[in-house]
């Protein structure tokens, strides 16, 4: 994390391919889940990028890379509404085993804990607290070697002859023995945990997150909609106030010792078959995002 907003490069991606399915059961008025699932994506490197997108370096034969990954958890749900609870308390808790799909990946598990509580406000409003906990646990390390990585990913960096491209492609290969040697946890930043930087801008062994969210509910109504391609019954608008800070560490041990934040507005539609439109503005050191996107923030996938 200690890195400004221009310090990255890009990645781009050929033979991509994902698939994913998952399957959950409900006991108790839904006050009790179980649910599993698995996902596979695919992909090989073309090029890296710096970040003004100018390519840095050409990837050559390089191999095709993934992951697997098998998740079981489980749900306890004592709120007053399963789609837009106002009060009560939710804890998750789940487990992510990714086995290797090569001899060079690292063979690891994640642990995540997402805990919320809803605190009711007069009669409408609602403040919610979130804490958000990810570790992976390493089984067995991945490819370490700097030579061996870059001759699986293609990545001919001490060929680049301006030493600040030849850095940026190095970094590339850091990031893979790192992952290689800690494994990758559910990571920051995106369309719910700290909303001002992009998807996955952070990413670590290690990952810890708080945040409050204040719920304003302008209207409480039933009131039919039907815009083309949807068709539903509107039965609140809201207004939400939120604040957000993490951290991410491949050692335990380091976490918490850089933390960052983001703090922001959104406009809410929630509607009788359960579905929530989101729109948040965010603000952070790194500049503003916006998010448009169905589902409440900080629930798990």
Known sequence: MRSEKNDFTLLDLTDINFFGTRLTSTFFERRFEIYGGGYDFGSRIERIRDNSGKIILEAENSATGGIQIWILGTRL???????????????????????????????????????????????????????????????RKGETDRTAIEQEQGLACSSIADPEKQKLCLQVIDNTIAANTYGTASGLGGRSHLRSYPEDRYSGAHTSFYGTEFRWNLTEEFTPFNIYIMKDIRTALQIALFYEAGSVADKVSELGDIVKSSYGAGFR?????????????????EGVEITVIIGYPWEPL
Do not use: C, E, Q
Not at 104 to 118: E, F, G, V
Not at 269 to 278: K, L
């Open 77 to 139: 749900d004592i709120t007053d509404d399963y789609s837009d609870p106002r009060k009560g308390f939710r804890f998750d808790v789940s487990g992510w085993w990714s086995p290797p799909k090569r001899s060079a990946s690292p063979d690891y598990y994640i642990l995540d804990y997402n805990a919320t509580a809803y605190i009711p406000i007069g009669i409408r409003n609602t403040w919610i607290f979130n804490y958000f906990r990810s570790d992976a646990h390493i089984i």
């Open 269 to 285: 539609m929630v509607t009788a078959s359960g579905i929530v439109f989101r729109a948040d503005v965010a603000t952070g050191n």
